[in-house]
């Protein structure tokens, strides 16, 4: 790679990069790794910075958080710490070398170089260390990931790679689509003997939840789905796996106002029909995105049945009051008609009455669930053009309290 950036042109290319630089200086040789080192040798723009620390952290990392004011987050088991500079997040990490007890288990961890560091990375790409001290010096190029960066090849350091950590598998196929980009054929071959072996079961579903969400949010995911069954994945997803759908689901987000990785999820996790619960509780996802995705599976295949387009204007809010968005966009993923839907998301929902519970106790009405009922059914009676104004509202929820006291 000629005029390759160094890796403190690189950092200083971030807000607050040149301090940061300043800040490293009097500290173990630290080196920039990871996705940066990858996006900006391929002409793309970095988003984060990863450092690998030869040395103990902690000094530095408090030093950082000092001197920027920024929040640290340590992770001493694996000797790594986070925190925000110039709003851009720093990932700070001692080089290190890895040993897998266990097949998709935590690796146990231990001080090493940078070279040992590189060697237990995923994939070749992300294999690449730029030094950050004032001798910036060469890249530190192990495994000829720059030149997998070239030939747009996804290529596994050890043949072990899947089976110690099997979210590699989403994550190889995630490299494939973003960097437009392909497996070799003996890291392919790898994969899929990985997939067929069962490797996925060994990873927690914590793990698993957390890259697969990753994948649902590339923007070209739908191409990373079609990869996934070409690999396997399908066999090992009961019900298997509907890229179609979970495009056309998030696609309809966009007209719905859902999360798309969420409304995504839920068509993927669909066809798994009543296991589908159990799974998603697998992936333990935070208790917001969980409910969220679980209330859509809930809502969206009787609102696809049921929504039709000669629906009247009560029968479609009936339909869709308190749906969530991602329930919408699944529904219209699933063949709902579209005109209803996006009838209620444009007037429908805000649709109110001039008149509240205060008038109809005012007109002598006790207080009961009866107040609320009436309400209601005078709304929807408003919604199909069957009142018009204040007084015919009063009316008409005064008499429907009244009956429904009685």
């Known amino acids: 790679m000629t005029n390759a950036p160094t890796g403190q042109e690189i950092v200083r290319g971030f807000p607050e990069g040149g301090a940061l630089l300043e800040a ?10 990871g996705g940066a080192v990858r996006d900006a040798l391929r002409g793309a723009v970095p988003v984060d910075v990863d450092i690998a620390v030869e040395g103990e952290i902690g000094s530095l990392a408090w030093a950082l958080s000092d001197h920027f004011g920024a929040e640290l987050l340590e992770h001493e088991r694996f000797g790594t710490a ?4 110039g709003g851009v997040r720093v990932d700070l990490a001692r080089t290190r070398s890895e040993c ?39 890249a530190i190029d192990p495994f000829d990931g720059r030149a997998d960066l070239v030939s747009k090849t996804i290529r596994v350091l050890h043949p072990r790679s899947f ?15 973003r960097l437009d980009s392909s497996m070799e054929p003996q890291t392919e071959r790898l994969a899929r003997a990985a997939i067929d072996g069962g490797a996925l079961g060994t990873v927690s579903g ?45 696609l309809a987000a966009l007209d719905t106002g859902a999360d798309r990785v969420l409304s995504a ?34 809502d969206a295949p009787p609102l696809a049945a049921e929504l039709r387009g000669d629906a009247k204007p009560s029968e479609i809010f009936v339909s869709l009051d308190g749906v969530s ?8 993923a699933l063949g709902a008609a579209p005109e209803p839907l996006l009838s209620y998301l444009a007037s429908l929902q805000y649709a109110t009455l001039e008149i509240s519970g205060d008038d109809l106790r005012a007109a002598g009405i006790a207080p009961s669930p009866a107040i609320g009922a009436a309400l209601r059914a005078t709304l929807l009676a408003k919604l199909d053009g069957l009142l018009d104004g204040r007084e015919a509202e009063l009316a008409a929820a005064i008499e429907l309290a009244r009956g429904g006291a009685a």
């Open 24 to 33: 490293l200086a009097g500290f173990p040789p630290a080196y920039l790794v």
């Open 82 to 85: 986070r925190l925000a500079i």
């Open 100 to 138: 897998y007890a266990a097949p998709g288990g935590l690796p146990e961890v231990a001080p090493a170089s940078i070279e040992d560091d590189l060697a237990r990375r995923d994939f070749t790409v992300n294999a690449v260390a730029l030094p950050l001290g004032d001798e910036a010096g060469e």
């Open 163 to 177: 089976l110690d950590d099997p979210t590699r598998l989403l994550r190889a196929i995630r490299y494939e689509v």
């Open 206 to 250: 914590a793990r698993l939840g957390a890259e697969l969400l990753l994948l649902l949010g590339e923007v070209n995911f739908v191409a990373a789905l079609e990869r996934m069954v070409d690999l396997g994945f399908h066999e090992r997803w009961p019900g298997g796996i509907d890229p179609a759908l979970c495009g056309s689901a998030a």
């Open 265 to 298: 999820l839920a068509a993927l996790l669909l066809g798994l029909g009543s296991g589908a619960p159990s799974v998603l509780e697998q992936l333990e996802l935070d208790a917001g995105a969980a409910h969220r995705v679980r209330a859509a599976l809930r």
């Open 325 to 332: 968005p991602e329930g919408m966009a699944l529904a219209l």
